[in-house]
């Protein structure tokens, strides 16, 4: 059996959510490179940011914290400040969804 660069990075994964580290941002890659590519000027291209979050392993943590804490500017778990108020559109949509379709009665 060979090992790949995914079964690597799965191993490393795992041995981060055993560990249940306290602050993510430790891990964070975006820690080891300037902070600006992260929060570029309106209009100006989100790509190098996004390139470092891809091949981050506390992606989904960023995100999540980003979410939880309505970092309303940057990219933060690989998506930026538009593509997160789309996604929190979506959730809100999908709750309200849910709550109308579970208050009819047949």
């Not at 300037?34 to 989100?46: L, M, N, R, V, W």
């Not at 470092?52 to 778990?77: P, Y």
């Amino acid at each position: 059996m060979w090992i790949t660069a995914e079964l690597l990075a799965l191993a490393a994964v795992a041995w981060i959510m055993l560990w249940r580290l306290d602050d993510w941002r430790e891990w964070a890659l975006c820690a080891e490179v300037d902070p600006d590519a992260f929060f570029p000027e309106k209009g100006e291209s989100t790509r190098a940011a996004k390139d470092i979050c891809r091949r981050c392993l506390v992606k989904i943590e960023c995100l999540r914290s980003a979410l939880a804490n309505d970092e309303r500017f940057g990219v933060w778990g690989g998506l930026s400040d538009r593509e997160r108020r789309r996604l929190r559109g979506r959730a809100a949509d999908g709750a309200a969804t849910r709550v109308n379709s579970s208050d009819c009665h047949p």
